[in-house]
């Protein structure tokens, strides 16, 4: 198993005053779960494959998906790479990106389709011999 990711402290300090702050209940530490994104992302690990050390995968899941929408992760990528100390590994990749079942082939399915190149006749065509 890969080594766990965790923030040091000089860029978590650069990142908290990023972070939404919330009245209510109080949440799951922050720091725990932003590490816990960035590795999922680092190592190309499923929601569902991330370590307990990172706290519940839901709340993990929840968390990026909720930053995702208000735009927080540019901040914090500039932030990271602002401070003194930036990650090695902050990077998000998309080559997993399922396609629809459908995009791997043309309309029509697998039939036989006769060419309809120059010099083609249906008197040669193997299909009307008798």
């Not at 300090?13 to 590795?39: F, N, Q, T």
């Not at 307990?52 to 208000?70: C, I, K, L």
């Not at 790479?81 to 990749?93: G, K």
Request: hydrophobic share 40%; proline share 6%; net charge positive.
């Amino acid at each position: 198993m890969a080594e766990l990711f965790w923030l040091n402290d000089t860029q978590w300090a650069a990142i908290e005053p990023l972070l939404p702050k919330l009245g209510g209940k109080p949440r799951v530490d922050d720091r725990r779960v932003l590490s816990g994104i960035l590795h999922r992302f680092r190592e190309g690990l499923r929601w569902r494959a991330l370590p307990e050390a990172y706290g519940p995968r839901t709340t993990v899941f929840n968390r990026f998906n909720r930053w995702s929408q208000r735009g927080l992760w540019q901040e914090i990528f500039a932030a990271l790479v602002a401070c003194a100390y930036p990650p090695r590994i902050a990077m998000v990749d998309s080559t997993s990106v399922r396609a629809h079942r459908a995009a791997a082939g043309g309309k029509g399915g697998r039939k036989a389709r006769l060419s309809a190149g120059r010099g083609w006749t249906d008197d040669q065509d193997p299909r009307r011999r008798g």
